[in-house]
């Protein structure tokens, strides 16, 4: 136990490092607020992080000394990350074989958490995208409606399934269903059984459900049309024989479409039917600035029929003229929309739609054990047209974070 006295320098200390604070930025409160700490209560407050940041390293558009305030940044405010690419499988796993693995930036990015203690969460095991096309290439000849023109211009990698899914991707002679699976399980295995027990969480499967009003549930990738539709259910049969401790999510977008997330409770219950290891949702929350409260009230109300966590694991909120189109289109043509600079009063418009889901979060925090935002700061941002996140590419906090910080301390649950 501390005795009263030197409680009571700490707390002197803390004192002049408060005023210290006022004396030298305009922000003092927000200086020394942190997500984490604001919502320590509720819900664990996760990054994604992409590998300078995993390794310290500068280059390209952010010098060593931005990405050593992008570190520090993330100590402050996170007690959760993510690896935005260097777990997918076109980063860890590009060449086929056993020496085809390249651990060296996911290394990092598990040595960088844990020497903060960090939860560690994975992404992703089997997506139609940033997937390489050794995994899908073998002697079986595609058919016909899968051959087109080559999306790529030659001499350029060619990624398998593209953004778009089997259409603009790989075309070329197939695996067996048999070949596949045993690359999925070679692969789920080495990546999940390398991090066993440190990496807590993985999302699985990545994107699976179709968009769109039509009635297929599955979108049309290489994985369902070589395997058929139960390569979900084996990809999480794998990872759980791999790490049977790990938690297994299932992760999408769009969930706050209705027709989307109908289908997102089709796929999750037919899985727990068959006794599938599926063991959160992961919904990525790729929003824009019309989500309010009442849009992400009534898409969690409705997950949380599947009696599941519901873990947020993208969160970002696109401020794009553009990108403000409804949430039944593909993910990319979203993300990447720039079109016509930011809506007006962005920063406002920013700060509502933020505050509104995060009321949201905390009136469900029982089913909400993590919230996990795409980037540290607007300038690393996927999306960075559309500044979407809570920090400016300064590292300096937007009003959006005081909306943020604001709801950690109403009571829950009362929307204005
Ligand atoms: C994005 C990354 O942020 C980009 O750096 C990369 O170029 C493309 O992928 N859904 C996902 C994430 O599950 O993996 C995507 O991340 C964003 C959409």
Not at 81 to 89: C, L, P, Q, V, Y
């Amino acid at each position: 136990m501390k005795s009263p006295n030197s409680h009571h320098t700490f707390r002197a200390g803390l004192l002049t490092a408060m005023l210290l604070a006022v004396a030298s930025t305009a922000r003092p409160a927000d200086a020394t607020a942190s997500l984490k700490d604001a919502y320590k209560d509720h819900f664990m407050v996760g990054t994604a992080i992409n590998r300078s940041i995993a390794t310290g390293t500068g280059g390209g558009r952010r010098s060593r000394e931005l990405v050593e305030k992008d570190m520090s940044l993330v100590k402050e405010q996170f007690n959760q990350i993510t690896a935005e690419n260097d777990m997918k499988w076109q980063l860890i796993h590009p060449r086929e074989g056993a020496d085809g693995y390249d651990f060296v930036p996911a290394d990092a990015f598990v040595q960088f958490g844990e020497s903060h203690n960090m939860y560690l969460v994975g992404h992703t095991l089997v997506w139609h995208s940033q997937t390489p096309n050794w995994v899908f290439a073998g002697t079986n000849p595609p058919p016909e409606s899968a051959v087109e023109p080559a999306a790529n211009p030659p001499g350029r990698p060619r990624i398998g399934g593209g953004f778009g899914g089997a259409r603009r991707g790989y075309t070329g002679p197939r695996a067996s269903r048999e070949e596949l699976l045993e690359r999925m399980r070679d692969h789920i295995h080495t990546v999940v059984g390398r991090y066993k027990g440190r990496v807590k969480s993985w999302d699985v499967v990545n994107e699976a459900l179709a968009d769109g009003e039509g009635t297929n549930i599955l979108r049309n990738s290489l994985w369902l049309q070589i395997i058929g539709p139960d390569f979900i259910a084996k990809a999480f049969a794998y990872a759980h024989e791999a790490d049977p401790d790990a938690i297994l999510r299932y992760n999408d977008y769009g969930l706050e479409n209705p027709v989307k997330r109908k289908k997102l409770i089709t796929l999750i219950q037919s899985l727990k039917e068959q006794g599938v290891p599926v063991m959160a949702i992961g919904s990525q929350a790729h929003v824009n600035v019309a989500t309010t409260f009442e849009t992400m009230d009534q898409a969690l109300t409705e997950m949380e029929i599947l009696g599941l966590p519901i873990h947020l694991t993208e969160l970002d909120i696109n401020t794009a003229a553009g990108g403000q189109r409804g949430t039944g289109a593909d993910i990319t043509a979203n993300g990447s929309a720039t079109e016509g600079g930011q809506v007006t009063d962005a920063d406002q418009r920013l700060s509502d739609a933020y505050a509104g889901i995060f009321r949201a979060f905390v009136k469900h925090r029982d089913s909400v054990p993590m919230v996990t935002f795409w980037g540290v700061n607007d300038a690393v941002s996927w999306r960075r047209f559309g500044t979407p996140l809570l920090f400016d590419g300064d590292n300096r906090p937007k009003p959006a974070f005081d909306a943020v910080i604001r709801v950690a301390t109403e009571p829950a649950g009362t929307p204005d």
